[in-house]
């Protein structure tokens, strides 16, 4: 009798299977959210099961602490499958495509195979909003899906609007002189959205394959009744977009930041963790350089996992940054300068970008960095950043003021959303010239520091105060718990 009643209510415990795109801004947030539900968990609440590539688990093991960190979830474990291209694939980020490609393609039967044999069974997936057989498998087997996006509530609601876009022939752009022209049909963002603003694959012809994806994949989520969507954002940051969004999408939970909202569950439940999810080894030793640096003093650069740049790019950075005459924290991640420029001869790369340097006002690190631990060191005042979605939500949380350089997808959004409507820092997207480095990181650490710094800290305090107990964010997760367990029972 006893034993039927225990086995009852093991079998009504939620088990949620969440799976990212295998790539490093995913698998973070994607992390910190299987923690948060773990933690949730806490007493019998809920199963997580986190599925990652084999590739990247493999480097996640190797380079993180996530296996020890993980264990004290006795609800919690980890699940590999295969990502359908070779083990040397994300050296270059072009790649990333293929990767969506192939995964559509040699994935999904494993993965629809895995989904029926997992025991106990799965009773919701989380699945990344970019892969959009996660959520067609969930359908055909019959189980609950949420779609996790791991952009910003702009992006995510430009992508919605694409059909309308280039029905009312506001795409294709029409050329270099077409790209300060305004877009109107993008509701609640008519008053500052320009071409050059757009995802960066509106930059494709209009019947490009990989353009008709994302528009695939963002209006199958509004099928009816549309699937639940998980953002990593916070009221205060894009609060008057995602009003928007719910209008079509009642059920979107803002969470973010995921990784303060994970800090500050931590911390109130008194373990103090470290929160690595790094696919590369991190060199604290860039931590103690800036422990010898005056407060607020350096520019931080980096351009997170996937941006590819060009030598001569590389050299233009490189001799604004010098010339400006800031000190400055550059860390150059392997594979970083594309390959096949290196080939062609051009610009030589200065030695010390090859090589790393450190000296008394600059340091370049060859390698990867503890980003969250860099940008909240005091001594670190400003962030050369592309744009990527974590790396603006970390910059915020740390009360960073930004220069955007924004590579590819929603970082062309990201940048003009920080620099023209919250004014946290400056947008320098389609430029790469050491003149107008120079000028902008002068204007971002000397001219205009305390008009950035003021308006970084009060974001920053909107940010920590979101996943406080009362906060929006925090409030959402309470609402995206019950209702795993409701789609559970
Ligand atoms: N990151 C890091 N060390 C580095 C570079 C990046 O820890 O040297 C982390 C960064 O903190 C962020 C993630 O990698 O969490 C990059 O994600 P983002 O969305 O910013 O950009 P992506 O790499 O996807 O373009």
Redesign the pocket.
């Known amino acids: 009798m006893m034993e039927a009643a225990i086995m009852e209510q093991a079998s009504s415990i939620p088990h949620v299977l969440i799976f990212p795109l295998p ?4 698998v ?2 994607m992390l910190k959210l299987a923690e948060l539900l773990s933690l949730a968990g806490d007493g019998g609440g809920i199963r997580v099961t986190f599925l990652n590539s084999d590739y990247n688990h493999k480097r996640l093991i190797q380079f993180s602490d996530v296996e020890s960190r993980f264990r004290k979830y006795p609800g919690f474990q980890f699940k590999t499958i295969d990502d359908g291209l070779p083990m040397d694939q994300l050296t270059k980020g072009e790649k990333v495509l293929d990767l969506m490609g192939e995964m559509g393609l040699k994935t999904r039967p494993i993965f629809k195979d895995l989904l029926a044999q997992m025991d106990p069974p799965v009773t919701c997936v989380i699945g990344d909003g970019v892969l959009g057989f996660i959520r067609d498998v969930s359908v055909e087997v019959g189980i609950p899906i949420i779609r996790f996006r ?1 952009i910003g509530a702009s992006c995510f609601w430009i992508n919605f609007w694409l059909p309308e876009i280039i029905q009312a022939g506001e795409l294709p752009i029409q050329g270099e002189e077409d790209m300060d022209r305004m877009i109107t049909k993008v509701p609640g963002m008519e008053s500052f959205l320009r071409c050059r603003d757009l995802p960066g694959y509106c930059r494709l012809s209009a019947d490009d394959p990989v353009l008709a994806r994302i528009v695939r994949t963002t209006r199958e989520s509004s099928s009816s009744p549309p699937s639940p969507l998980i953002l990593n954002t916070f009221d205060d940051f894009d609060g008057p977009i995602q009003a928007q969004v719910r209008h079509l999408f009642p059920k979107t939970y803002a969470i973010g930041p995921l ?1 303060e909202h994970l800090k500050s569950r931590l911390q109130a439940t008194a373990t103090t963790s470290s929160s690595s ?2 696919l ?1 080894k ?1 060199e604290a030793g860039c931590l103690t350089w800036l422990d010898t640096q005056p407060p607020g003093s350096v520019l931080y650069v ?1 351009f ?4 590819v740049m060009r030598r001569e790019q590389v050299v233009e950075f490189w001799e604004g940054l010098t010339s400006s005459k800031n000190r400055f924290l550059w ?1 150059i ?1 392997p594979g970083l300068v594309s390959h096949e420029e290196e080939l062609d001869g051009g610009d030589e790369i200065p030695e010390e970008l090859v090589e790393g340097v450190e000296k008394e006002n600059l340091k370049v690190l060859v ?6 631990a860099v940008l909240s060191h005091g001594a670190v005042g400003g962030f050369l ?2 744009s ?5 939500l ?1 910059s915020i949380v740390a009360g960073v003021p930004m220069i955007c350089w924004p ?1 590819f997808a929603d ?1 062309q959004v990201n940048s003009r959303i920080v620099s023209e409507v919250l004014k946290l820092g400056l947008d320098m997207k389609d430029v790469c010239d050491r003149r107008v480095v120079e000028r902008m990181v002068n204007e971002l650490m000397v001219e205009k520091k305390e008009e950035f710094g003021r308006k970084a800290v009060e974001m920053a305090r909107m940010a920590k105060e979101s996943v406080k107990e009362g906060g929006s964010s925090y409030e959402n997760l309470e609402l995206l718990i019950e209702d795993i367990k409701l789609m559970s029972s």
Not at 23 to 26: A, E, L, P, S
Not at 304 to 307: E, M, Q, V
């Open positions: 790539v490093q801004g995913h973070t947030s791991t990784h999810n790094s590369w991190e980096n997170g996992s996937i941006t860390v991640r390698g990867w960095a503890p980003q969250e950043t592309h990527g979605w974590n790396s603006t970390e590579f970082q």
